[in-house]
Nanobody, 118 residues
């Protein structure tokens, strides 16, 4: 599967952005999906995950209550709705897909920059 993330940009603190990840290939619904982010000088961190059906999600404590992951299997897309953005949310955001069942994610998108100004 190939992944293409989009929707990043510059936003003021307290604002919102919606990231989208488009997946090519068949059987998108068999993949668990995730969003990661990496800020300059920091390690990549997991933002959240969604299972194949969209029924089960997980969020990092740092974004819980502010970010929402969803997916539309008919459109081969996964979304990250980001509300109440903070300057510390500034990072490159990546979507990832996996169906191997291991802790690692097999496929990665190219990343989209999110910058939150104070």
């Amino acid at each position: 599967v190939q992944l293409q993330a989009s929707g990043g940009g510059l936003v003021q603190a307290g604002g919102s952005l919606r990231l989208s990840c488009a997946a090519s290939g068949r059987r998108f619904s068999t993949y668990r999906m995730a969003w990661f982010r990496q800020a300059p000088g920091k390690e990549r961190e997991l933002v959240g995950t969604v299972d194949w059906s969209g029924g089960t999600t997980y969020y990092a404590d740092s974004v819980k209550g502010r970010f929402t992951i969803s997916r539309d299997n008919a459109k081969n897309r996964v979304y990250l709705q980001m509300n109440s953005l903070r300057p510390q949310d500034t990072a490159v955001y990546y979507c990832a897909a996996d169906r191997s069942g291991t802790p690692q994610y097999e496929y990665w998108g190219q990343g989209t920059q999110v910058t939150v100004s104070s």
